[in-house]
């Protein structure tokens, strides 16, 4: 099929870009040689990080969910190919903004490393000009089938559907070990669908929540593997700001793209 296609070579591009933030931006010694270490060009790199994954994930789940049919519904073919789509922008921001800072600041003097970013640079760049160009050409040929009316779009699966319907799933194929799996399918269709503390009743509450909580532990994690500030005040200034970036940017991501790619359903 050709959105398995689209999405294999996303996730491919995906490992790539995961690759060149890890290293590039979490290891310590070669951040410091990194020409995109400070902002803006890290803003770019740390959006693109807390949205990237996300999205990803949700595509893999979509796509795994519905790989057994022999054909995917056109809400679900729009849905898949929307999250590649947001996952390749989002990349290519990224790579861009990478680019921008090497010529524009460029390399210390006697960077030990500069070959390495250099190679993770170009892998994650090329991947995403091959993933873009299959993106391209099967929305091309796809074109007839990713006309979605608005009420079938409304009705379409949203994220909670698609990861109880994957549970359920992949509960068939294991006998008695699925039963679990089964079960907690069972029970996140209960709880999304009837519980007064579901998401879909207060989706803005749970965003608000786990990019707070987001923000404030990879601070923490900066600080157990850097070293936290010497005071305790400053230590939680340095949390409150990180966190309030993250659920600024976690509102807005989550305006943008609720809609758009069916995250989740009005409750």
Known sequence: MLVLDVANVTF????????????????????QQAPWGPDPYDAVASLAMLLVPIVAALTWIRTFRWRSQQAYSPTVLLQIMRGCGVILAAIAATVVTY???????????????????????????????????????????????????????????????????????????????????????????????????????HPWFYVVSIAAAAGAGEVIADFLHEGAPHTIRVTLRVIAAFSLITTTSGLVGFAALRRYLQLVKTG
């Open 12 to 31: 491919i591009a995906f490992l790539c870009f995961e690759l060149l933030t890890i290293v590039s931006l979490h290891l310590h010694g070669i951040r």
């Open 99 to 201: 680019l921008a800072a090497m010529l524009i600041r460029g390399f210390p003097p006697h960077a030990r490393w500069e070959a390495l970013l250099l190679a993770l640079v170009a892998i994650a760049a090329a991947s995403l000009v091959v993933a873009s160009i299959v993106f391209v050409r099967s929305s091309v040929r796809l074109r007839s089938r990713l006309r979605v009316g608005a009420q079938s779009w409304h009705d379409a699966p949203d994220t909670f559907d698609d990861v109880a319907g994957l549970l359920g799933s992949a509960s068939a194929g294991l006998g008695a070990r699925g039963v679990p799996l089964r079960r907690l399918g069972e029970w996140l269709d209960n709880f999304v669908s009837r519980s007064r503390f579901s998401p879909r009743r």
